[in-house]
């Protein structure tokens, strides 16, 4: 990359999250896992279930405790803010979360669910204006008017999901970290919502954490690509770069294992599969610069192999 | 050919709210034969899962069915049961993976006993051995390190691990149907292909049948031998996955197949269906996808359109394959499909 170095919104330095810490059952959810998120950026999150994404989100949001590293957003250490900064942080930073069904209050009208943040940062001079602002984040995301007075469980999976998708743009966030925002939608509305995303993006310069599991689409919205495995950051770069010319083992055997929408290719396509061992020999290993701004989670001599497998 | 283990007809769901009645299945009908995969696509909000909550005998309270409605299992009305007969055919001669995992574990249960439980209501196991088939589901599934998870508490597994747990309790029973409502949508691929594979591998032996919802149209290509589309509480198109895939008739269905990114999607924008779908406490006349079809004819928005049959297997609802309709020019990357199409049936025959 030439000329100026784009600004840094989140950074994240050597993170980790271990839950039941020094037990038994301890369990790594975020090994020592270091990258940054410019802003205006939409970085996209992917990997195995269980890899410590949403782990990685809810840290961001400090709904955990790290164990260790640390996390600036805008420059400024998150652990550390307090009072106005703190409530500034927690509306510049939203998260939509994976689980909408758990995630939305079942007592509540989904309008005064989507208003919720709207009243809290009295975003509204007035009723007309709060119902106004709620009724466009309802068109905005494909719901229309009479669904305001309804209530959760009178929704569909993807119109529950898209309620949560609407109450996180409400309060006009920065950053937001979006938990696996569009699986539960159908694909023509998570065309509208990944297009709609992309226009808040520019318009808005809005940055992004997007976690997901349908590979096409993240390459597709994606600036910037990272893949989780185990806990660690495996290998990260541009979304062409990682989807064309994957480096690692283990993000090859994820791209294979991408179902084509197509019934002939589907028959016969094969999918490589991933042996775990080089996580597991005790080797040391480090980010490793392979092309420029794509790195690789290697020992000197694999980054040399990796390289030589390029075409 | 076809054995049906489940017909479907003329089903009817109606929501009581306070706005108003919500009509969300508009007169459904549809067949599932012994030991096929039938897929259910469409709309969010298109009744996929109403209909197979209905299957389930387990609609909202709010919900009302009316008389015609008929599903038949067994030459059995599943509608006239009562909740004690139920019991012996929900989560063992028909069982459901739910859209929504957390709402279907207990979280104050260990997930280990939550698979086993199946086992030992119905299949009279002993706990032990029930323990040790739940184990051997968890790892089935995918679940790493299975030994160390059994006793584990929902709310300490990810997302995607307690999904699995929901479709391991599902094949626990070893059921007829298997009703998989957005089973993998929380799963990373690889673990997808695997869940996939193990349901493909229990439906060969056992001949069970499946349907299958879901909005990855890649996973309906590899796993349905059959697929029917739904628009606003109706069936508009089903056929064969390659009838579907390939010789789709529905401007709905195209629009759908459309709308998926395609690795070459590199700028711009998707081509999302214009507009929002129809209000189902007051669904319009005529076709409900008139208003946001750009191949509408005057007719839709007054006339309800018949099914239009395609091949014996192959049924769309729409008035464009009427014969007194004009011939219209579908989307390039549907007209590229229809143009497989050809080279299929070339070499089939
Ligand atoms: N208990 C209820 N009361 C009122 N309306 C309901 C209720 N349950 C479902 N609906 C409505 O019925 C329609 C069909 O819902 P359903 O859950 O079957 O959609 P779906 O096709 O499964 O969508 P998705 O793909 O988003 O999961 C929706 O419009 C929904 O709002
Ligand atoms: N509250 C908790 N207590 C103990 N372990 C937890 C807790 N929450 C998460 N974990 C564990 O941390 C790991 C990472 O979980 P996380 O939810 O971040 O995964 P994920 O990458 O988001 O997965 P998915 O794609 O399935 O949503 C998993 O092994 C999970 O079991
Ligand atoms: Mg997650
Ligand atoms: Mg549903």
Redesign the pocket.
């Given at each position: 990359m030439t000329g100026k170095e784009p600004k840094k919104l989140v950074e994240l330095k050597d993170l980790q999250l271990y839950f039941n810490k020094g037990k038994a059952n301890e369990v790594r959810a975020i090994d020592h896992v270091t990258f940054d998120i410019y802003e205006g950026e939409i970085f996209g999150l992917v990997g195995e279930s269980g890899s410590g994404k949403t782990t990685i989100g809810r840290t961001i949001l400090k709904l955990h405790e790290q164990t260790g590293g640390e996390i600036l957003f805008n420059g400024e250490d998150v652990t550390h803010l307090k009072g106005k900064q703190l409530s500034a942080f927690r509306k510049d930073a939203q998260m939509i979360f994976q689980d909408p069904q758990a995630s939305l209050n079942g007592r509540m009208k989904v309008r005064d669910i989507i208003a919720e943040g709207i009243d809290i940062n009295k975003l509204a001079k007035n009723k007309t204006e709060r119902d106004a602002k709620v009724q466009e984040l309802l068109k905005l995301v494909g719901l229309n008017e009479d669904h305001a007075t309804r209530y959760p469980?009178?929704?569909?999976?993807?119109?529950r999901q898209r309620i949560g998708i609407a109450r996180a743009l409400a309060v006009d966030p920065k950053f937001i970290i979006a938990d696996e925002p569009i699986s539960?939608l159908?694909v023509s509305i998570q065309a509208q919502v990944v297009n709609l995303m992309k226009e808040l993006q520019t318009k808005h310069s809005l940055t992004y954490l997007f976690i997901a599991h349908d590979l096409s689409m993240v390459k597709y919205i994606s600036d910037r690509i990272g893949v989780m495995h185990w806990g660690k950051l495996l290998e990260i770069g541009s979304a062409d770069a990682v989807y064309n010319h994957p480096l690692h083992p283990y993000t090859k055997s994820l791209l294979s294992a991408i179902p084509v929408p197509d019934p002939e290719v589907e028959s016969v396509r094969q999918h490589i599969t991933y042996d775990t061992t080089i996580e597991t020999d005790g080797k040391a290993r480090q980010m490793i610069e392979a092309a420029p701004g794509h790195f690789v989670l290697a020992t000197e001599e694999e980054a040399a192999l990796y390289k030589a497998q390029q075409v | 050919m076809s054995n049906p283990i489940l017909k479907v007809e003329n089903l009817h769901v109606n929501?009581n709210?306070y706005a108003g009645t919500?009509q969300?299945i508009r007169d459904v009908s549809f067949d599932l034969n012994k030991g096929e995969t039938l897929a259910i696509v469409?709309e969010?909000?298109?009744?996929?899962?109403?209909?197979t909550k209905t299957l389930m005998g387990l609609n909202?309270k709010?919900?009302s069915i009316p008389d015609n409605s008929r599903l038949i299992f067994k030459d059995r009305n599943l509608l006239d049961l009562k909740e004690e007969e139920w019991q012996t055919i929900r989560g063992n001669e028909i069982a459901m993976i739910f859209?929504d995992p957390m709402t279907s574990l207990d979280p104050t249960m260990k997930i280990g006993m939550q698979i086993a439980e199946p086992l030992m209501k119905h299949r009279k196991m002993k706990k032990e051995d029930a323990l040790k088939r739940a184990l051997e589901l968890m790892k089935g599934v995918g679940i790493p390190n299975s030994e160390e998870h059994i006793n584990d508490y929902p709310h300490q597994w990810s997302g995607g691990m307690r999904q699995r747990a929901v479709v391991a309790i599902a094949l626990a029973a070893d059921p007829e149907i298997l009703i998989a409502d957005e089973p993998t949508t929380a799963l990373d691929v690889t673990i997808q292909a695997q869940i996939l594979n193990l349901m493909k591998s229990l439906q060969k032996e056992t001949s069970s049948s499946i349907i299958f919802i879901t909005?990855d149209l890649g996973v309906v290509a590899g796993m349905a031998n059959r697929v029917a589309v739904?628009y606003a509480g109706k069936i508009v198109e089903y056929g064969t996955v390659d009838e579907i895939f390939f010789n789709p008739q529905h401007p709905y269905t195209w629009g759908l197949l459309n709308s998926m990114p395609t690795t070459d999607t590199q700028i711009g924008s998707l081509e999302a269906i214009p507009g929002t779908p129809p209000d189902?406490l007051d669904p319009p006349k005529g076709d409900a996808f008139a208003s946001r079809n750009v191949y509408a004819l005057a007719i839709d928005s007054k006339e309800e359109p018949p099914f239009f049959k395609v091949s014996d297997t192959h049924y769309a609802a729409t008035w464009l394959l009427d014969e007194r309709s004009p011939k219209v020019t579908p989307p390039v990357q549907i007209q590229k499909r229809w143009a497989r199409w050809q080279e299929i049936q070339g070499q089939e025959a």
């Open positions: 469980h009178e929704f569909s999976g993807g119109q539960a159908d | 929501f709210t919500v969300a469409g969010s909000g298109s009744g996929k899962s109403v209909t909202a709010n919900a859209q909005h739904m189902l």
